[in-house]
């Protein structure tokens, strides 16, 4: 099994915090895995609870018209490379 | 109000749909109405399923065993709420009487420049309340529709009010609360129903008429992150032409606490549930959600 970059693993380590995913080890999530729908399994008020965490911790906002979110959602790889790519903190 | 359709043979929803609308623009109110009884004896005749879910509702809402005469007046009600949409979208506003009850929060609201969540449901029409607020009084509101899932709708109703169809958050994706949660910081007033599961959303359990049912947890939980106030509304046909449209505060603000989270959100949801019961007996034929909604048929 693929392991996860420091970095994405602080991240996953923030959504399993973040989203009370009691029954998930951060380690466990694989990089690539889809978070929404099939894969993790999150929703709608997942994401919105997400990107308050992560403005909070990395002093930036996801916006809702940055066209690129279907992809920056799309796996703990996809979201760890957005974030490390505009985080302010 | 739309999804029922969605629900019903994709076929005859929007044969109904589209002979409804015309009959609207065509003939006029006074006709249309009268042509509303033959639509509703076609769909008793023809939809089990809507059926199936009326009797099942009525049960519980009657109180007793709901005969054809029940059935009859659940789905003409219906229908007469979508044959009216066609003149609120067309702006023939006039010619209704619409009584509004605790409508000054939702002033008071807007003064404060405040965004905030107005949950509405199933029960009765929206669309009167929608056409007040943005096309009469031009308040800053928003609505959250299932617009891939409603598509027959979009295109027959939605299209003939374009500035209603500009406030639409189309559901679409993970970022859609996000989109959300920005209008509401911006003062927006976002609309939402709070009564149908979406598959793969969160839910809680609830006693609605006595019985256990599933309900959305998610709006709470937005309005919750949100840190907004939650107004819920309700409009209610009351036959003829009159509709009573009801704003009362579910909650100024929804604080959970990490460790209470659950059963805090699950409490919340069930005074929005014992609201909506309380409307759904003062206007039991309002309840346009024809299907098992306890699951008790699911097996």
């Known amino acids: ?17 973040t989203l009370h995913l009691e029954d998930i080890q951060p380690e466990d999530i694989k990089p690539e895995e ?11 008020i997942d994401a919105l609870e997400l990107a308050l965490a992560i403005s909070k911790t990395y002093g930036f906002q996801l916006r809702s018209d940055d066209n ?22 | 109000m739309s999804g029922d359709w969605a629900r019903l043979p994709e076929r005859g929803n929007l ?47 009657l109180g007793r065993q709901p005969d054809w005469r029940d059935l009859f007046r659940h789905i003409h009600c219906f229908a007469a709420t979508i044959l009216d949409r066609v003149y609120f979208l067309t702006g023939g506003l006039d010619r209704f009487e619409i009584e509004i009850f605790g409508g000054q929060r939702i002033l008071d609201q807007v003064a404060s420049g405040q965004g905030c969540l107005l949950l509405g449901s199933h029960l009765g029409s929206f669309e009167a309340l929608r056409v007040i607020g943005v096309n009469l009084r031009h308040l ?22 374009p500035d209603l169809a500009g406030t639409v958050i189309p559901v679409s ?6 989109r959300v949660q920005e209008s509401m910081e911006q003062g927006f007033l976002v609309g939402a129903l709070g009564d149908r599961v979406v598959p793969g959303e969160k839910t809680v359990s609830c006693q609605f008429f006595g019985q256990e049912a599933a ?14 106030p ?70």
């Open chain 2, 230 to 299: 939650v107004i819920l509304f309700f409009g209610l046909y009351r036959g003829g032409n009159r509709y009573d449209v009801h704003f009362e505060t579910l909650a100024e603000r929804i604080v959970l606490e990490p460790r209470r989270r659950q059963e805090q959100i699950a409490g919340w949801v069930q005074r929005y549930a014992d609201r909506l019961e309380h409307y759904a007996r003062l206007a039991p034929y309002n309840w346009f959600n024809f299907y098992d909604y306890w699951r008790e048929e699911a097996g």
């Open chain 1, 68 to 89: 690129q979110n279907r992809r920056v959602f799309a796996s703990l790889r996809a979201l760890s490379q957005h974030i490390a790519q505009n985080r302010a903190i």
């Open chain 2, 173 to 178: 994706g993970p970022d859609t609360l996000l």
């Open chain 2, 15 to 61: 044969l109904a749909l589209r002979l409804i609308r015309w009959i609207a623009l065509q003939v006029g109110r006074p006709v249309g109405r009268a042509l509303l009884y033959p639509i509703t004896l076609y769909f008793l005749a023809t939809a089990a399923e809507a059926r199936r879910g009326s009797r099942l509702y009525l049960r519980r809402a």
């Open chain 2, 140 to 161: 800053p509101i928003r609505i959250l529709m299932n617009v891939e899932h409603n598509q027959a709708i979009t295109g027959l109703l939605e299209a003939l009010n």
């Open chain 1, 1 to 17: 099994m693929e392991a996860l970059s420091p970095f994405e693993l602080e991240i996953a380590r923030l959504l399993v915090e």
């Open chain 2, 215 to 228: 309900f959305p947890a998610g709006p709470l939980l937005l309005a919750a992150l949100a840190e907004c």
């Open chain 1, 34 to 44: 889809p978070l929404f729908g099939e894969g993790l399994g999150l929703d709608s």
